[in-house]
């Protein structure tokens, strides 16, 4: 009888934990994408992927927070 060995088994959880990950950046990132979009971006899905890039998404969160939305202004 032969049994798995140590690299078998952490090969096995590797691929389920990228499978798990790829799942989890897709769904931040089309959560991303909806807040932006009903913010009223034009750009919402790029804006929803760049929020999944270190350091670039500290600046857009910020410009997104303290910026004006383009939903809330008023028709000229």
């Given amino acids: 009888m032969q049994g798995y ?40 899905l790029l804006l929803g992927i760049l929020m999944m890039i270190p350091i670039i998404n500290v600046v857009l969160f910020l410009v997104f927070a303290l910026g004006e939305w383009p939903v809330l202004q008023k028709p000229k």
């Fill in 5 to 44: 060995s140590a690299i078998e088994a952490f090969g096995t959880m590797g691929i389920f934990i990228f499978v798990i990950g790829i799942c989890v950046a897709v769904f931040w990132g089309v959560m991303w994408w909806v807040i932006f979009q009903k913010a009223g971006y034009t750009a919402s």
